[in-house]
Every structure is written in structure tokens, then in C-alpha cells.
């Protein structure tokens, strides 16, 4: 892999989408570990209010926190060497691995309006995903993901009501065993889910000297929201 390359381009662009950088089989066995926990336990954790006005429609798990689970799938992913000397390369030295978030979507769900991740205002400040999809995800499946190319260089995701459609804004398929890394400030969003449940898993991370709470507020298109907190910020539209 060239690695060099592959900084610039994501620097440029905000984000990076590699197909194949996992095995199958390892898909497979996380792929499994997923179904197993959710058939069990379809809760959603979030609150109405912020289900209502969000529209985010995703029931995330921990693997790694969960005593029922042995994670060691999730796990394996994590150590990956290609996947570890990319990051490097990305985020420079002494860049943090933050707990490993699987995010499913039941059939028939929203997705996920536009965000950021975490506010823009401090350009240094900011967690990088890494998706990995254990299914494909398509057209005929929904739930791709959408993200707006050069937009961690941008600021603020304009305020306004959810289903907004920007000039550069790029939709992925992401196939099975793909990896997509996504800056926390680009502005990104997930399609409606059609029949069947849709999965991401998230290794997120931060770069030397960011706090690992980073994500706890999030900006929409419509407010900023505090996770931890479970409260509406700010209101940037109102419906
Ligand atoms: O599941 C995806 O494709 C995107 C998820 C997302 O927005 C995130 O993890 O921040
Ligand atoms: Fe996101």
C-alpha cells in the first residue's frame, strides 16, 4: 500500500474508502458475533427526544464492554498491522484507539441525517472513524453512506431540516471487508435502511492531545447534541 498516497488523499478529501482491506473470514465471524447480540437485545439506548429529533435511528453495542460476548473477532480487526500503520500515517505519532462500536439499524430504519461528528471549531480537534462493514452495503440494501467530499475543510454543516443535498457530496457502497475512514468534521450522513438490518463497526480514534470525550457533542444540521448529557445544546432549526 502506498501509503503516502493514501495521506493525501484523505487529507484532500476527508475521507478514504479501501476496498477488500479485510479478509472475509474475519467478516464472517464478526458478522456472527453481531447477529448473536442482537437478536438478543434490540434495545434502543438513546432517548425519545433525541430519536425524534435527530432521526437517528442506530442501537449502537461495545463488544469489548460486553461480558457475554468474548470480542476476540472485534478484537483481532483492532490489532490489524495495515490497519494500524495507516492510522499512523494519518494521525502521526501517539494517536489513541478509542472502544470499538458496532452501530446497527433495523430494517426499515431512518439512517442517519447529516452530522459532524464532533464540533469544528478547533481545526486539531477531532476523531477519525474507521468503518468496517461486515455486509454489503448497496442500493438495493439502503443505507449508504453519504459524505460531502472536502467538507472537514468547511466548518460548520449548515444549519437546516435534515434531508438537504450538497454540490460535492459523494454516495458509498461500502462491500464487505471494506474499511472507510471518515475525518470527525467532514459532513456525512447514512441513507434509509431498506428490508434487511444494516451494521457498521466503528474502531474510532484521536490523534495526540485530543480528549477521547470528543464525540460527545455532535453537530446535525438541525441542533448540537450532547450525548452524555442527553441534551439539545443548541437549536440550529426548527422543523
Ligand atoms: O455507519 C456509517 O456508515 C457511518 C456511521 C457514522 O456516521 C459514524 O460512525 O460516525
Ligand atoms: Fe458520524
Known amino acids: 500500500m502506498d501509503y503516502q498516497k493514501l495521506k493525501q488523499e484523505f487529507w484532500d478529501k476527508g475521507y478514504l474508502y ?49 461480558k457475554s460476548s ?23 505519532d501517539d494517536w489513541r484507539s478509542l472502544e470499538c462500536m458496532v452501530m446497527f439499524s433495523n430494517p426499515e430504519s431512518k439512517g ?5 461528528d464532533c464540533p469544528p471549531e478547533q481545526t486539531e480537534n477531532f476523531n477519525l472513524n474507521r468503518l468496517i462493514y461486515t455486509s ?20 460548520l454543516l449548515p444549519a ?33 435502511v431498506g428490508t434487511v438490518f444494516r451494521v457498521s463497526t466503528n474502531f474510532r480514534c484521536v490523534p495526540k492531545n485530543t480528549p477521547d470525550n470528543v464525540t460527545d457533542i455532535c453537530v446535525y444540521a438541525d441542533m448540537r447534541y450532547q450525548f452524555s448529557t442527553k441534551q439539545v445544546l443548541e437549536t440550529r432549526c426548527e422543523f
Open 18 to 66: 479501501l476496498e477488500n482491506f479485510f479478509e472475509q473470514a474475519a467478516m464472517d465471524e464478526c458478522h456472527i458475533e453481531i447477529q448473536k447480540h442482537f437478536n438478543m437485545n434490540p434495545d434502543y439506548q438513546h432517548d425519545q427526544e433525541f430519536l425524534t429529533r435527530s432521526e437517528a435511528d442506530v442501537i449502537p453495542w461495545f463488544p469489548s464492554k460486553d
Open 70 to 92: 468474548d470480542g476476540k473477532a472485534f478484537d483481532k480487526l483492532n490489532q490489524n498491522a495495515a490497519l494500524d500503520e495507516l492510522t499512523q500515517y494519518l494521525l502521526g
Open 112 to 116: 442517519q441525517p447529516w452530522h459532524q
Open 136 to 155: 454489503d452495503i448497496n442500493e438495493k440494501t439502503g443505507g449508504q453512506t453519504l459524505v460531502v467530499e472536502g467538507s472537514h475543510k468547511m466548518g
Open 160 to 192: 437546516s431540516q435534515n434531508n438537504q443535498t450538497f454540490e460535492n457530496e459523494v454516495c458509498l457502497s461500502p462491500t464487505k471487508g471494506s474499511l472507510l475512514l471518515i475525518h470527525g468534521h467532514a459532513w456525512h450522513r447514512v441513507l434509509p
